[in-house]
Each structure stands twice: as structure tokens, then as C-alpha cells.
């Protein structure tokens, strides 16, 4: 089995995965990058409803053809980086600090390793979407500790 062109394309995020070092850190500085200058925050929710169901498809693709959580799949960075910047402040400190605790979160996976064994591509997104949400939560107890 082999992936088609646009799967390569769109989980590679236009072949970052496949031409960089560090691809998930690369995808995921481009997403910010390019949420700077996309504006409403309703746009971004919107972009991440279409690509969320894409992202488990292709995941799921991925894994049959590549084999389990290949690097060259990023778009489960984009997914990531996309849940973090739809709730931050829309300020250079907040996306520098949130980019770097959400990459933290992401090549670490602190409590929650486990589930990039699920198979069928579900963990390849699953644990992004969750280190997503462990940065969000971590800028809500910021918050609310200031």
C-alpha cells in the first residue's frame, strides 16, 4: 500500500515532515507563524474542525503505509498548534512562551505516553491533541495564579 500525492503533501504539511530536522518543531513554528496573521480566532477554530477528522485519516494512512508514528507525518503538529493558539492572548510573549511549553508537552509526553500506542493512527493525533490541551490548561493555572 502506498500513500497518494495529496496524502503525502497534507501529512507532511507540504513535505516539512519529510525535508527537515526537528519536523513536528518546524510545522508547529510555521502554524504559530502563520496564526499571527490569521485573524478572527473564529477562522483558526474553523481551520482546525476541517482538518481534525483529515489528521486522524491520515494518520491512520500513515501508520499502514509507513509504519507506526512516522516523523514524517506533522500534521498532528499543526492539529497541536492549532488547539494552543486558538486559546492564547494573541501577544509575541504568550505565542514564544506557549510555543515552547506546548513543544515541551509534545516530545515529552509526561504522563500521557502511552496513548501514541494506539493503533490505527488514533495515537499519532490523540497525543498531540492532549499535550494541546495540558499547554492550555497550563496557560489557565498561569492565569489564574497571576
Do not use: N
Not at 21 to 32: E, I
Amino acid at each position: 500500500m502506498e500513500l497518494e500525492r495529496w496524502e503525502k503533501v497534507a501529512g507532511s504539511f507540504f513535505y516539512i515532515g519529510y525535508k527537515t530536522k526537528g519536523p513536528g518543531t518546524v510545522t508547529s513554528a510555521l502554524v504559530f507563524l502563520a496564526a499571527w496573521f490569521i485573524q478572527p480566532d473564529l477562522m483558526l477554530v474553523g481551520v482546525l474542525l476541517v482538518l481534525l477528522p483529515l489528521s486522524f485519516y491520515l494518520g491512520y494512512r500513515f501508520e499502514k503505509c509507513i509504519g507506526h508514528d512516522p516523523s514524517c507525518f506533522t500534521l498532528d503538529e499543526v492539529i497541536g498548534s492549532l488547539i494552543v493558539v486558538c486559546f492564547i492572548p494573541h501577544k509575541p510573549g504568550y505565542y514564544l512562551v506557549f510555543f515552547i511549553v506546548w513543544r515541551l508537552f509534545d516530545i515529552f509526553k509526561p504522563f500521557f505516553k502511552p496513548v501514541e500506542q494506539i493503533q490505527q493512527g488514533i495515537g499519532i493525533v490523540l497525543d498531540d491533541i492532549i499535550g494541546a490541551l495540558c499547554t492550555v490548561g497550563f496557560y489557565f493555572l498561569y492565569i489564574w495564579l497571576i
